[in-house]
């Protein structure tokens, strides 16, 4: 627990620092807005966190979007032309083709049904919320707000926002599972299913069946082209097409954890109740944590920046947190075509041919095609066949992390039920406690009902595979105060066993991260008789490897008459799984199991047409075709793998094993996209690291990373602990901070706390935060 320590202390002095302030330092601004109703206050806490006080909801949330335009308008900007199909009227003609694709994916159907999807009060806070930000970005036209400097590097300007975007918006939302339909496909026809169980393990236990009428071979290697491009970041410069495998691996890496504990195995007597998402990292932060007052609203938390509210934290009586819990919410569809039509149930039906313009800078308009079935948007077509999705996207009250809206006035077990019932995307653990001592968790997420299939695979569009509408209220698990004590998630499958639930006749999911966050957490807080915060805050950071025990555990007994391969092997023989920085064997570990281990595997089990769709393929399932086989047959694949992986190091760190350690690789170094567009001195202000970090995809605290630099590329974006009923004692870290500014100080402030695996204070109460206020800033309507 070294880097944690060291970043507690460093935490601890930061707020110590502030309270030793002398009273009333905090910088005090006045604002007139237009658009405001009614006089309000907003004070940011030392750590760039917004606290804003309103009279009114209304202007809670109005304050909200002027706010988050004030820290992060590049980013929501960006984030809206994107999810809109409207890069290119900003940034010129390298994004028709993006824009195309995002507007396949908008939501296209009735906004009344929309709206009255989402909790009653929901319509005002996001009709206020887009007010918000359109009254800053009418500051920023008339100077009287600077123009971010991101904007000036694209030579372009903010656009206004309509409140109905924010919901059509779907693709920044998490659904599963189509990429993996389309890798299963290509990898049957190449290896035939055994071929696919060493590229993607299968839980509950299932049997594998291509379904009657599909031939896996007729789908083409690029038929998701417009969904990747839908759905990824925007670029700036030429970037290398990613393999679907490359875009499997990115976004299998997007989880989280999230626990739950008891007042009974609490040392204060109150629930605990912890959270941290796993998404990219990066520069700015994914996340943005806000605090809003207001007659009937008081919530503080994070969320994504571009919506109102907040998506996981607590209001006065109830906390809540979330975690994918992986529920099927995708298809695709394979059809036989004539032109511009469709086999379906015998006859001939015409594809929806939706004919839009595309705005672009310096440039006529282009005028683009979008076609549709009944199952939803082409994505791929030829002369003989064509590709479409049904996705949950298609459907009212779908916007991403939008339910958390009934949430925020969630009083009683019974609200947060509701609030499950009426979840959209993306499917979710979501975790519960309140001051009044409940706990619990309950799985949430609009599920499809697939009455003759298991949603594995693509399937014909004929008619003969349809959606037999969702699974009704009720129908996902869920456990109300649990015996043990506490619930925890991390993305493993954890549906409840035959009879208790029945997984087979449901199909909710069947791929599921690697159980080994999972397994450690259970086992530090099935420790604990009592946790405390710093319990869950050090969990949070924990970087104990259960899978690298488990992949450790294979080499017993193994010798090699190469001596840096004897090594490897020693320190690997005696190592306990931890992933620290100064650690060697974590070094050797994660490059020979994710380089190399499952080419090697590959090669020995799959016929050679599969083995590039199998690629490295993850852990889990090659440490279980390993664990099946013969010592005498695993044995030399895990030798010759191992000399690999030493050879790769040897190249990367020197020869010199004693100063092998996993932080010389393994680097936190964030620099936006927008940065190639930049001068050396702009771009060094806009980045931040390296700094060494631990951990990895395998441990509690999540550290994804790029298999060619090494540098982190996705974890916990955010960190919550919660003190149910005594909010004011909960921590938080966001990274690198709270700003979109590179000019700020709460841009990079929070950087290396994060990295440190630190904390500062969420303060909750009016006096707390006031003694940590950085500035306070009253708003008053304009006249």
């Given at each position: 627990m070294?880097g944690?320590?060291?970043?507690?202390?460093a935490a601890?002095?930061?707020?110590?620092?502030?309270r030793?302030?002398?009273?009333?330092?905090?910088r005090?601004?006045?604002?007139?807005?237009?658009?405001?109703?009614?006089?309000?206050?907003?004070?940011?806490?030392?750590?760039?966190?917004?606290?804003?006080?309103?009279?009114?909801?209304?202007?809670?949330f109005?304050?909200?979007?002027?706010?988050?335009?004030?820290?992060?308008?590049?980013q929501?900007?960006?984030?809206?032309?994107r999810?809109l199909?409207?890069?290119?009227?900003?940034?010129?003609?390298?994004?028709?083709?993006?824009?195309?694709?995002?507007?396949l994916?908008?939501?296209?159907?009735d906004?009344?049904?929309?709206?009255?999807?989402?909790?009653?009060?929901a319509?005002e806070?996001?009709?206020?919320?887009?007010a918000?930000v359109?009254a800053?970005?009418?500051?920023?036209?008339?100077?009287?707000?600077p123009?971010?400097?991101?904007?000036?590097l694209?030579?372009?300007?903010?656009?206004?926002?309509?409140?109905?975007?924010?919901?059509r918006?779907?693709?920044?939302?998490?659904?599963?599972?189509?990429?993996?339909?389309?890798?299963?496909?290509?990898?049957?026809?190449?290896?035939g299913?055994?071929a696919?169980?060493?590229?993607r393990?299968?839980?509950?236990?299932?049997?594998l069946?291509?379904?009657?009428?599909?031939?896996p071979?007729?789908?083409?290697?690029?038929?998701?082209k417009?969904?990747?491009?839908?759905?990824?970041?925007?670029?700036?410069?030429k970037?290398?097409?990613?393999?679907?495998?490359?875009?499997?691996?990115?976004?299998?890496?997007?989880?989280?954890?999230?626990?739950?504990?008891?007042?009974?195995?609490?040392?204060?007597?109150?629930?605990?109740?912890a959270n941290?998402?796993?998404?990219?990292?990066g520069?700015?932060?994914?996340?943005?944590?806000?605090?809003l007052?207001?007659?009937?609203?008081?919530i503080?938390?994070?969320?994504?920046?571009a919506?109102p509210?907040?998506?996981?934290?607590?209001n006065?009586?109830?906390?809540?947190?979330?975690?994918i819990?992986?529920?099927?919410?995708?298809?695709?569809?394979?059809?036989?075509?004539?032109g511009?039509t469709?086999?379906?149930?015998?006859?001939?039906?015409?594809m929806?041919?939706?004919?839009?313009?595309?705005?672009?800078?310096?440039?006529?308009?282009?005028q683009?095609?979008?076609?549709?079935?009944?199952h939803?948007?082409?994505?791929?077509?030829?002369?003989?066949?064509?590709?479409?999705?049904?996705?949950v996207?298609?459907?009212?009250?779908?916007?991403?992390y939008?339910?958390?809206?009934?949430m925020?006035?969630?009083?009683s077990?019974?609200?947060?039920q509701?609030?499950?019932?009426?979840?959209?995307?993306?499917?979710?653990?979501?975790?519960?406690?309140?001051?009044?001592?409940?706990?619990?968790?309950?799985?949430?997420?609009?599920?499809?009902v697939?009455?003759?299939?298991?949603?594995?695979?693509?399937?014909?569009?004929?008619?003969?595979?349809?959606?037999?509408?969702?699974?009704?209220?009720?129908?996902?698990?869920?456990?109300?105060?649990?015996?043990?004590?506490f619930?925890?998630?991390a993305?493993?499958?954890?549906?409840?066993?035959?009879?208790a639930?029945?997984?087979e006749?449901r199909?909710l999911?069947?791929?599921?991260?690697?159980?080994?966050?999972s397994?450690?957490?259970?086992?530090v807080?099935?420790?604990?008789?009592?946790?405390?915060?710093?319990?869950?805050?050090a969990?949070?950071?924990?970087?104990t490897?259960?899978?690298a025990?488990r992949?450790?555990a294979l080499l017993?007994g193994?010798?090699?008459?190469?001596?840096d391969?004897?090594?490897?092997?020693?320190?690997?023989?005696?190592?306990?799984?931890?992933e620290?920085?100064?650690?060697?064997?974590?070094?050797i570990?994660?490059?020979?199991?994710?380089?190399?281990?499952?080419?090697?595997?590959?090669?020995a089990?799959?016929?050679?047409?599969a083995?590039?769709?199998?690629?490295?393929?993850?852990?889990d399932?090659l440490?279980?075709?390993?664990?099946?086989?013969?010592?005498?047959?695993?044995?030399?694949i895990?030798?010759?793998?191992?000399?690999?992986?030493?050879a790769?190091?040897?190249?990367?760190?020197?020869?010199?094993m004693?100063?092998?350690?996993?932080?010389?690789?393994h680097?936190a170094?964030?620099?936006?996209a927008?940065?190639?567009?930049?001068?050396?001195?702009t771009?060094a202000?806009?980045?931040l690291?390296?700094?060494?970090?631990?951990?990895s995809?395998?441990t509690?605290r999540?550290?994804t990373?790029?298999?060619?630099?090494f540098d982190q590329t996705?974890g916990?974006?955010v960190?919550?602990?919660m003190?149910?009923?005594?909010w004011d004692?909960?921590?938080?870290i966001?990274?690198?901070?709270?700003s979109?500014?590179?000019?700020?100080?709460?841009?990079?402030?929070?950087?290396?706390l994060w990295?440190?695996?630190?904390y500062?204070p969420?303060?909750?109460?009016?006096?707390?935060?006031?003694?940590d206020a950085?500035?306070?800033?009253?708003?008053?309507?304009a006249?």
């Amino acid at each position: 627990m070294r880097g944690w320590l060291i970043g507690l202390m460093a935490a601890a002095a930061l707020a110590g620092a502030a309270r030793a302030e002398a009273p009333g330092s905090a910088r005090h601004e006045q604002q007139a807005i237009a658009g405001l109703s009614q006089s309000a206050e907003l004070i940011v806490d030392r750590w760039g966190v917004p606290h804003i006080y309103a009279q009114s909801a209304r202007d809670a949330f109005f304050l909200q979007g002027w706010n988050a335009a004030r820290d992060r308008l590049w980013q929501i900007d960006l984030w809206r032309k994107r999810g809109l199909g409207r890069l290119s009227a900003s940034l010129g003609p390298a994004y028709v083709a993006q824009d195309r694709a995002a507007r396949l994916f908008l939501y296209r159907g009735d906004m009344a049904a929309e709206w009255a999807a989402y909790d009653p009060q929901a319509r005002e806070a996001v009709e206020a919320f887009a007010a918000g930000v359109n009254a800053y970005v009418a500051q920023v036209k008339a100077g009287a707000q600077p123009l971010p400097v991101e904007f000036k590097l694209t030579h372009s300007q903010p656009e206004a926002w309509n409140p109905e975007d924010i919901l059509r918006i779907r693709s920044h939302a998490l659904v599963n599972n189509v990429t993996s339909e389309v890798a299963r496909a290509r990898t049957v026809c190449a290896g035939g299913v055994a071929a696919d169980a060493l590229r993607r393990k299968l839980a509950p236990a299932h049997k594998l069946v291509v379904p009657p009428g599909l031939d896996p071979c007729v789908v083409p290697a690029d038929v998701l082209k417009d969904y990747v491009l839908a759905t990824e970041p925007v670029s700036f410069g030429k970037t290398a097409e990613a393999s679907l495998a490359q875009v499997i691996a990115e976004r299998s890496a997007e989880g989280s954890n999230n626990w739950v504990i008891s007042a009974a195995r609490s040392a204060t007597g109150r629930p605990i109740l912890a959270n941290d998402p796993h998404r990219p990292v990066g520069a700015p932060s994914l996340r943005y944590i806000a605090h809003l007052e207001a007659p009937g609203l008081s919530i503080i938390g994070a969320g994504e920046p571009a919506l109102p509210g907040v998506s996981f934290g607590h209001n006065e009586t109830a906390a809540f947190g979330l975690t994918i819990f992986y529920i099927d919410q995708e298809d695709l569809y394979v059809y036989e075509t004539r032109g511009d039509t469709y086999r379906y149930k015998g006859g001939w039906e015409p594809m929806k041919l939706v004919r839009e313009t595309i705005e672009v800078k310096g440039e006529a308009p282009r005028q683009v095609e979008l076609r549709f079935t009944r199952h939803g948007p082409v994505l791929w077509q030829d002369s003989a066949h064509a590709f479409a999705i049904r996705t949950v996207w298609n459907e009212p009250g779908l916007s991403g992390y939008f339910g958390s809206s009934r949430m925020w006035r969630a009083k009683s077990w019974d609200d947060f039920q509701t609030a499950r019932n009426r979840w959209g995307a993306p499917s979710l653990n979501l975790v519960y406690a309140d001051t009044h001592g409940d706990i619990g968790w309950s799985a949430a997420g609009r599920t499809p009902v697939r009455p003759n299939w298991d949603g594995l695979m693509p399937v014909p569009g004929d008619g003969r595979y349809e959606w037999k509408g969702f699974l009704e209220d009720g129908g996902l698990p869920l456990a109300k105060n649990p015996a043990a004590g506490f619930f925890a998630t991390a993305n493993a499958m954890n549906i409840p066993a035959e009879p208790a639930y029945p997984r087979e006749a449901r199909k909710l999911g069947f791929e599921w991260a690697d159980p080994t966050r999972s397994i450690r957490i259970h086992e530090v807080l099935g420790a604990l008789p009592k946790s405390t915060l710093a319990d869950s805050m050090a969990l949070q950071t924990d970087v104990t490897s259960p899978q690298a025990r488990r992949g450790v555990a294979l080499l017993a007994g193994l010798t090699s008459g190469d001596a840096d391969v004897a090594k490897a092997l020693a320190l690997l023989q005696g190592w306990n799984g931890r992933e620290a920085t100064d650690s060697a064997p974590a070094a050797i570990y994660e490059v020979w199991a994710n380089k190399h281990l499952g080419r090697a595997v590959a090669a020995a089990a799959a016929p050679e047409t599969a083995r590039a769709l199998i690629g490295n393929s993850t852990p889990d399932p090659l440490l279980t075709w390993l664990e099946a086989a013969p010592p005498a047959t695993r044995g030399p694949i895990l030798l010759a793998s191992l000399a690999d992986a030493v050879a790769e190091l040897k190249g990367r760190l020197g020869p010199d094993m004693a100063t092998w350690t996993w932080g010389r690789l393994h680097h936190a170094r964030f620099v936006p996209a927008v940065a190639t567009l930049a001068d050396k001195e702009t771009t060094a202000q806009m980045s931040l690291g390296p700094l060494e970090v631990p951990g990895s995809a395998s441990t509690p605290r999540a550290a994804t990373y790029s298999m060619t630099s090494f540098d982190q590329t996705a974890g916990a974006s955010v960190r919550l602990v919660m003190d149910v009923g005594a909010w004011d004692n909960s921590m938080a870290i966001n990274t690198p901070g709270q700003s979109g500014d590179p000019q700020s100080p709460h841009y990079r402030d929070l950087f290396p706390l994060w990295a440190a695996g630190a904390y500062v204070p969420l303060r909750y109460s009016r006096a707390a935060v006031e003694a940590d206020a950085e500035t306070v800033m009253t708003l008053t309507p304009a006249r």
